[in-house]
């Protein structure tokens, strides 16, 4: 029984309290200005989706040691063909200046040799610029034939984009593998 009135004297404090902030803000804004900066704050909200955000769903950082990410040899470029972001001003995850990020992607395994775990890789064309041509990379380990398209890097992959000319590709870690695909 004791619960029940700590529940029930909970609740006729925290209604008093809603009452007393309701009060106060009536006082202080008219309604029009309360509906306005509500419906400004639900606009804001469902914004939040398209701004820029980190894609990966994982660690990007995936215990990275210092390697050189404009080499082809680099972990996350086991499955990578094209021109290489890092060379071309951006990074191994952001597209440089002036392109923009396919929506649509091809995916790698690739095992990291500091911790010996597989990630999966998203490789994402950067499109909209003409092509870098400055460390063009071909690696096709665990690459599916061309009639399995979602793991294969053969195709440009610069659809849904008002351009379609290829610049380089990114590669981003979207998360551990339990086994190499």
Not at 30 to 37: K, P, T
Not at 62 to 89: K, P, V
Not at 167 to 177: D, Q
Request: proline fraction near 5%; aromatic fraction near 8%.
């Amino acid at each position: 029984m004791r619960l029940g009135n700590l529940l029930q004297k909970f609740c006729s404090w925290l209604d008093g309290k809603t009452g007393q902030q309701s009060r106060l803000l009536a006082r202080q804004i008219s309604r029009r200005s309360f509906l306005g900066r509500l419906g400004a704050g639900i606009v804001g909200t469902s914004a939040l989706p398209l701004l820029p955000v980190v894609r990966a769903f994982g660690d990007d950082q995936a215990t990275d040691i210092e390697q050189d990410t404009q080499s082809c040899d680099y972990w996350r470029y086991c499955a990578i063909s094209g021109n290489l972001c890092a060379c071309c001003g951006g990074s191994v995850t952001s597209c440089p200046p002036g392109s923009q990020i396919s929506p649509i992607t091809w995916v790698g395994t690739c095992r990291n040799p500091v911790d010996d775990k597989y990630y999966l890789i998203s490789y994402n064309d950067c499109c909209g610029k003409a092509a870098c041509r400055r460390c063009s990379c071909h690696r096709t380990e665990r690459e599916k034939p061309l009639y399995f398209p979602s793991r294969n890097s053969a195709i440009t992959w610069c659809f849904g984009e008002t351009s379609r000319s290829y610049h380089c590709t990114i590669a981003l870690v979207l998360g551990e593998s339990k086994s190499p695909l």
